[in-house]
């Protein structure tokens, strides 16, 4: 049995994934941290050895992606919804 608690968190919580230019970990850092103030982002993680530096987030579903876009470009990088 699934508990209801569960399905009331699951339901709120979006996974986003973006395609960056973030090519090392002081930018990873200094982007965690732009993003660690944003309303609503759970957690995150940026994958600097995938060939796209994929970025990762799960966020409640008020934050939308071009919210989470415009936060990434504002820090002088690339942003785009990986398909």
Do not use: W
């Not at 049995?1 to 395609?19: Q, V």
């Not at 970990?25 to 941290?33: G, L, M, R, S, V």
């Amino acid at each position: 049995m699934i508990s209801p608690f569960y399905l009331k968190h699951k339901s709120t919580m979006n996974i986003y994934i973006f395609k960056t230019n973030i090519e090392t970990k002081k930018e990873a850092d200094n982007i965690k941290k732009m993003l660690s103030s944003a309303l609503g982002i759970k957690q995150f993680s940026i994958d600097l050895e995938d060939v796209d530096k994929v970025l990762r987030i799960e966020a409640h579903k008020i934050l939308d992606e071009s919210k989470i876009i415009n936060e990434v470009i504002s820090g002088g990088f690339s942003c785009e919804e990986l398909e």
